[in-house]
């Protein structure tokens, strides 16, 4: 089974603009999870999908937005950047057949000038 | 809301030797325990996870820990290899909410040969 995909791989944005990334779950995963790791404060939770609905909510401001697809494929938008917003962002899907064990993708690198 | 914390931040261990990293949870809740390992520039990898009703998980050179009473968990790497440098994460959540999980601040893991 082809892993966890996420596109694109690196983005270099300048402030107050939007950018959109992509997540593509490993088949038959419907639970679609979104982090963002800083060397600063580490992994955090933004939200999780599933069946096309948010399940669960981190603490983030409400620049920070996701949707599901009814192929289970997620996107995770940041309107109006800022500096801090420079991060590796993460997507992990689960399923229950795997006890809803998390799978990670290799991230897309985001870059705020 | 759940923190929690991760020891040591660093670690440097002789190849062969054993490594111990240790997380305290503070929400008693929590009932799935999770530890990934991501090397540089990789995705973090789940090497394995204990849930609640468990004490003590073991996967060949690895094993975890918990204990409920006091709100901690362990990792043990016995028989270290070079290979096994990376960060470690410990992780926390409840098993219905899985996919929100909490990561402790990781540990730098160096295998000296």
């Known amino acids: 089974k082809a892993g966890v995909t996420q596109t694109p791989r690196y983005l270099i944005k300048t402030r107050g603009q939007q950018v959109t990334l992509s997540c593509s779950p490993i088949?038959?995963?419907?639970?679609v999870s979104w982090y963002q790791q800083t060397p600063g404060q580490g992994l955090q939770f933004l939200f999780e999908?599933?069946?096309?609905?948010?399940?669960n909510k981190g603490n983030f401001p409400g620049r920070f937005s996701g949707r599901q697809f009814s192929n289970s494929r997620s996107e995770m938008n940041v309107s109006t950047l800022e500096l801090g917003d420079s991060a590796l962002y993460l997507c992990?899907?689960?399923?229950?057949?795997?006890?809803?064990?998390?799978?990670f993708g290799s991230g897309t690198q985001l870059s705020v000038l | 809301g759940e923190n929690v914390e991760q020891h040591p931040s660093t670690l440097s261990v002789q190849e062969g030797d054993s490594a111990v990293i240790k997380c305290t949870y503070s929400?008693?809740?929590?009932?799935?325990f999770p530890w990934y390992k991501q090397e540089l520039g990789k995705r973090p990898q789940l090497i394995i996870d204990?849930?609640?009703?468990?004490g003590e998980k073991k996967d060949q050179r690895i094993a975890v820990t918990l204990n409920k009473t006091a709100k901690h968990f362990s990792l043990h790497i016995t028989e270290t290899q070079p290979e096994d440098s990376a960060v470690y994460f410990c992780?926390?959540?409840?098993?219905?909410?899985?996919?929100?999980?909490?990561f402790g601040q990781g540990t730098r893991l160096t295998i000296n040969p």
């Open positions: 204990i849930r609640s009703n468990v």
């Open positions: 088949s038959g995963h419907r639970s």
């Open positions: 929400d008693s809740a929590s009932n799935y």
């Open positions: 999908y599933f069946s096309e609905t948010q399940r």
């Open positions: 992990a899907s689960s399923s229950l057949a795997t006890n809803e064990k998390l799978f």
């Open positions: 992780a926390a959540s409840w098993i219905q909410g899985a996919q929100k999980l909490v």
